[in-house]
């Protein structure tokens, strides 16, 4: 048997598109109105360069099923109300409440979503009364990655 047998299967492997992101944001305290997409601008991962940090939307460049993972933080005295879009619709929230409190808050969740090639996902704050507040800082972050090819 040859020494490197499993060099082929290998690289076979390797020629099945990469995608993966995650990006933080960086601003302070902002006040967020309704149905505003949260940008996050520093990106430290972008393989396959599909996520924008100039309009916080993740667009999937193959069809597959992907995860997708957001946290949000707020600090004193503020919350914040968050949805993760795909396309139009809300599929899924985050709810981070320090709203009657003097310490910061963090919320967090995930999906797993099927996804053709062109579609899109991001961040934006959901419908609430009074108005939310997102603390960036490196706490609010946006990720995600191609489980598998559709």
């Not at 069809?63 to 968050?82: D, K, P």
């Not at 999906?111 to 997102?134: E, F, H, K, Q």
Request: some cysteine; proline content about 5%; overall charge negative.
């Amino acid at each position: 048997m040859p020494l490197f047998s499993d060099v082929p299967q290998k690289r076979s492997v390797l020629a099945e598109p990469q995608v993966a992101f995650y990006a933080q944001s960086t601003h302070g305290r902002i006040n967020v109105g309704e149905h505003q997409t949260i940008v996050f601008d520093q990106v430290v991962t972008n393989v396959g360069n599909a996520y924008n940090k100039f309009s916080g939307m993740f667009t999937a460049p193959v069809s597959g099923t992907y995860a997708i993972f957001w946290s949000t933080f707020n600090g004193h005295h503020t919350h914040l109300l968050s949805e993760l879009v795909h396309n139009a619709n809300v599929v899924g929230l985050a709810w981070s409440d320090a709203y009657d409190h003097d310490d910061g808050e963090m919320a967090s969740n995930q999906a797993v979503l099927p996804m053709n090639a062109g579609d899109i996902a991001y961040v934006r704050s959901a419908p609430y009364n009074p108005p939310c507040v997102a603390d960036g800082r490196s706490f609010t972050t946006f990720s995600g990655w191609l489980l598998y090819l559709a």
